[in-house]
């Protein structure tokens, strides 16, 4: 690609062990990138095809969603060995070269590990399920039943109906948070710990940079299997499940959340420790104590580097106010921490339709995100503005839309294929049938088209990426004064004797603010930034942003 030497993308892998610190860490869902030998599917040597792209955007590491052996109920999120590859993605020679072509481009790896579940097709399951003495036998969460047959308690899955199942062989129940194709992992077991670090040191010593955990928080049940609480009608949300689930009525302060987690996040981070420069963000899957985890398993040196939680991924409108509130939260509950920020990913509606974004407001948010203290996760198409794909019922993959449909039409509308080119229906991502349908509304947002239209999305992107990593107070500098002015947002963020004031107009109405005190330099010219107008004011049109450098 053209576009990589105009930001001067290193060449080589630096020593900075601190690099996670307000890393910029783009997210590829492989089935969907590109496929390379025509079978619809994506895979991992189409991902090495298409690094330049990612390179070319400046970022400074890759996330892959997960690649492993799978029977794919859960498209990979359900893994039977978690130290191959799955055939439809590849081989390991394979992973390999994608490692290396990415180092080569200067972008570390990060793969996601699901720890908290495996496949029933899993071997260790299949051990499990045999009988109460088998060797593996308390490997997974198991119960007897009530007195009168049903469940232990009354814990609910996220993907609907009750989160035990019964098993004929050891006329028990076991534990499925997701699907029941999906068992759930006994943490209090150490042999179970034992064998998940196993599976960690496997591919750190094939050279991955780090991990992105699935569920972080889920790794623990309660001991004990109480039931969880009903949770009031008002404190419900649909942040983490859609509100026609009634996983939503509980407080799921029993299924999950577990304080013992704590303990194996440090055993988790002392095998990171060994490999120096390795670095984790953990999904923190919760509605109503997200932030409060993200603080808890990000502080100090024994937890993970990063995490996010879904603030920014809920359906609410991201308003000025509502961003205010957040970091305050965060400043009350995870001021020790490291959050790693998303507006979009492959579980979650794409935030250009979710927030109905205009191509100006678009702009504006990728702008944002970039200026806010923490690190960044973009989804692949995000660059592109993909609004997300109407998949209809026929074409669906997504257990998790086909059981809540048309109230909820699950995760495919996100995780169709990325389109490269116009010149067919695939959009140059395969050339056989795609998994998932390519949107025809995708193709005009395709990168080539993009790469050839100087004011694309795609182009403000990198500009902003730049701006990020030529401004140290952004990468890994503090922050304070964030405050809501009607629909503005402005924050300052400073590293040593760097000092940036940054305000948003996240409305479709012009916006004043007070400019801030003490002399100041308007910068990001190229990302549309404004000054203080002659009365010493800042005048901001709808969704401009004014990005100025203390002198």
Not at 37 to 44: A, K, P, Q, S, T
Not at 361 to 369: E, N, S, V
Request: glycine share 8%; net charge negative.
């Amino acid at each position: 690609m053209n576009k990589k030497a105009e930001f001067d993308m290193p060449k080589v892998m630096d020593v900075d062990t601190d690099w996670w610190r307000g890393a910029v860490i783009y997210q590829i869902y492989p089935r969907s990138y590109q496929d390379s030998n025509g079978d619809g599917i994506g895979d991992l040597l189409g991902i090495v095809q298409r690094l330049p792209h990612i390179a070319s955007l400046g970022v400074d590491a890759i996330w892959i969603s997960p690649f492993f052996t799978s029977p794919m109920k859960d498209f990979g999120y359900d893994v039977s060995n978690y130290c191959d590859v799955d055939p439809m993605f590849g081989t390991l020679a394979d992973f390999d070269a994608l490692v290396d072509t990415a180092h080569n481009l200067g972008l570390r790896v990060m793969i996601d590990l699901v720890l908290s579940h495996t496949s029933e097709e899993h071997p260790w399951y299949q051990d499990s399920i045999q009988s109460r003495d088998s060797d593996k036998a308390d490997w997974y969460v198991w119960s007897d039943p009530k007195p009168d047959g049903t469940p232990p308690n009354n814990w609910l899955s996220i993907f609907g109906g009750p989160a035990w199942t019964w098993e004929p062989r050891r006329e028990q129940y076991y534990l499925h948070n997701f699907l029941s194709t999906q068992p759930d992992l006994n943490f209090h077991n150490p042999d179970v710990q034992d064998a998940l670090l196993d599976v960690t040191r496997f591919w750190l010593d094939r050279g991955v940079d780090g991990f992105r955990l699935d569920t972080i928080n889920f790794y623990y049940a309660d001991k004990d299997l109480r039931s969880n609480p009903p949770l009031p009608p008002e404190k419900r949300n649909a942040n983490i499940a859609p509100a026609v689930n009634p996983y939503n009525h509980q407080e799921h302060i029993y299924s999950k959340n577990q304080p013992e987690n704590l303990a194996f996040l440090g055993r988790f981070r002392a095998l990171l420790d060994e490999y120096p420069g390795t670095a984790a963000v953990g999904e923190v899957g919760d509605a109503q104590r997200g932030l409060e985890l993200l603080g808890q398993y990000t502080a100090g040196t024994t937890g993970v580097q990063m995490c996010y939680a879904f603030e920014f991924l809920a359906k609410e409108p991201l308003t000025a106010a509502r961003i205010a509130q957040v970091f305050e939260e965060v400043d009350t509950v995870a001021a020790q921490g490291w959050a790693c920020w998303a507006f979009s990913n492959h579980d979650v509606m794409r935030h250009i339709s979710r927030w109905n974004l205009t191509p100006a407001a678009a702009r504006a948010y990728a702008t944002l995100i970039l200026c806010l203290r923490g690190s960044v996760c973009l989804y692949q198409g995000e660059e592109l503005g993909l609004p997300e794909a109407d998949v209809a019922f026929e074409d669906l993959q997504d257990p998790y839309g086909i059981e809540f449909w048309p109230e909820f039409k699950g995760r495919d509308g996100c995780r169709t294929p990325m389109v490269w080119e116009q010149s067919n229906q695939n959009g140059g991502f395969s050339t056989g049938h795609p998994w998932l349908p390519v949107s025809s509304e995708h193709l005009n947002h395709s990168v080539a088209a993009q790469e050839a239209d100087p004011a694309a999305l795609l182009h403000h992107y990198r500009r902003a990426i730049s701006f990020r990593r030529t401004h140290p107070a952004l990468v890994k500098g503090d922050h304070a004064d964030m405050t809501a002015t009607g629909t503005v947002i402005h924050f300052t963020r400073t590293a040593g004797d760097q000092t940036l004031f940054c305000a948003f107009n996240l409305g479709d109405d012009p916006a004043t603010i007070p400019a801030p005190d003490g002399d100041w330099v308007t910068v990001g010219s190229e990302l549309g930034s404004t000054g203080p107008g002659p009365d010493g004011d800042l005048h901001l049109g709808p969704w401009q942003v004014a990005l100025s450098l203390r002198t």
